[in-house]
């Protein structure tokens, strides 16, 4: 029996307040309104930016569903939905492409205005939820909500892609693939022969690595407090590791020792730290090096540095997805993917049912994961 049209009663990891666990509840999904696509996620992988809202790190309105790296299939569209439909297997995007603001009709743009990073609306942009526990509104998050056996987006926020993907694994091609591993090709711009530095070696940073590799650097050098990352770092492309922890001197100054006192030419923060972020500024050369945000800051915070240090011809930046224009991108980074220009085996080391959502975020904290896939 069809479900279109109707309100779908499902399983969801609902959050109630910050620093408190997920509880599964029934939940009701309202039927897409114009312009918006209902989903049957099949998969979603769990990143650290969903932990930086249970943390406080990251302000959100609760209560809310969280989760923003699926997979999954079109269950029905809303009026006036053209670019997807019933049975089409998709990925939700965090980051939308309208197609129509001015930084999705620049050629170098990619932070499409209708995106709800940072705002946290956390609704839909009637400025109403399509989710409801017991007849009250549940937040949404990033445009998307994907710890849930349904959700509904914009279409703006979802790309088709090949229907032989398999969601389990091209759902990380939704966050943290695609965000380390563009920041390397599309934002730092690495260059064949270069030194670069990736600033912590999560899910994302070994995102950057194979981004890196794929642009053909010759040094790679992996930076993490947890040396159990380094093994897999290597295995992707770095051809040393560090841990900060083992030196007296900051960790700029061992990169410079590394480097024959010039730098790197390339360094990417992927953790979402003040300190490291002006560590890895810092670390690459004073005159051509270009650092690259990745890692989310957390809310409010502040920098303070010396200008000398980008007068000297430094670029600093940073980049959301990897600097992907969403829509357009995801589906092709999907069919690279199985054309096996790279691969995203390694970066899932458990999966589970959404059932056993605390315990994968338990993985998180403990440092024992890098990527949990829930399994629907
Ligand atoms: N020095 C060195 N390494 C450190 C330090 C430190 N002081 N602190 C932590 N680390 C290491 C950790 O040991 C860990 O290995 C790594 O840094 C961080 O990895 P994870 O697994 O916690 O995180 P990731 O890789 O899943 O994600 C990190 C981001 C910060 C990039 C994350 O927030 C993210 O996915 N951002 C996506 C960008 C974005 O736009 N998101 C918006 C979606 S809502
Ligand atoms: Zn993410
Ligand atoms: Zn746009």
Redesign the pocket.
């Known amino acids: 029996m069809s479900t279109a049209g109707k309100i779908i009663k499902c399983k969801a990891a609902v959050v109630w307040e910050p620093k408190k666990p997920f509880s599964i509840v029934e939940i009701e999904v309202a039927p897409p309104k114009a312009h918006e696509v209902r989903i049957k996620i099949l998969a979603s992988g769990i ?3 969903d932990d ?1 809202i249970l943390s406080g790190a990251i302000t959100v309105k609760f209560p809310i569903i969280l989760g ?1 790296e699926a997979a999954g299939v079109v269950e029905s569209v809303g009026e006036g939905v053209t670019s997807v439909k019933p049975g089409d297997k998709v990925i939700p995007l ?2 939308p492409q309208c197609g129509k603001c001015s930084p999705c009709i620049h050629p170098k743009g990619n932070l499409c205005k209708m995106h709800d ?1 940072g705002i946290a609306a956390g609704v839909m942009s009637d400025g109403t939820s399509r989710f409801t526990y017991k007849g009250n509104p549940v937040h949404n998050f ?1 445009s998307t909500s994907t710890f849930t056996e349904y959700t509904v987006v914009h279409e703006s926020s979802v790309a088709k892609i090949d229907a032989a993907a398999p969601p389990e694994k091209v759902c990380l091609i939704g ?2 693939f695609s ?1 380390g591993y563009g920041a390397a090709i599309n934002s730092a711009k690495v260059e064949p022969g270069s030194t670069c530095a990736i ?7 070994l995102s950057a690595v194979m981004g890196c590799k794929a642009a053909g650097a010759s040094r790679i050098i992996g ?4 040396k159990d ?1 380094f093994p897999k770092a290597k295995e992707l492309g770095a051809t040393e590791c560090v841990n ?1 922890l083992d030196f007296k001197k900051p960790i700029n100054e061992v990169l410079f020792d590394m480097t024959d006192g010039e730098g790197v030419d390339y360094s990417l923060e ?4 003040t ?2 972020m002006t560590a890895a500024m810092t670390s690459c050369n004073m005159n051509y090096g270009t650092s690259v945000i ?3 800051p957390p809310t409010a915070s502040e920098i303070t540095f010396s200008p000398s240090l980008i007068f000297t011809g430094r670029t600093w930046k940073g980049s ?2 990897g600097g992907w224009k969403s829509k357009d991108s995801v589906p092709r980074l999907v069919s690279d993917f199985m054309q096996k220009k790279f691969t995203l085996d390694p970066l899932i080391t458990h999966t589970m049912p959404l059932d056993k959502i605390n315990e994968g975020f338990e993985l ?1 904290h403990t ?1 024992k994961s ?1 990527r949990c896939v829930l399994v629907f």
């Open positions: 990143c650290r930016s930086h923003h965090f980051l990073l990033a966050c943290g965000t600033f912590g070696l999560g899910g994302v940073g930076v993490d407090i947890n990352k900060p992927v953790i979402g730290r300190d490291t990745v890692g989310v959301i997805f998180l440092g890098i």
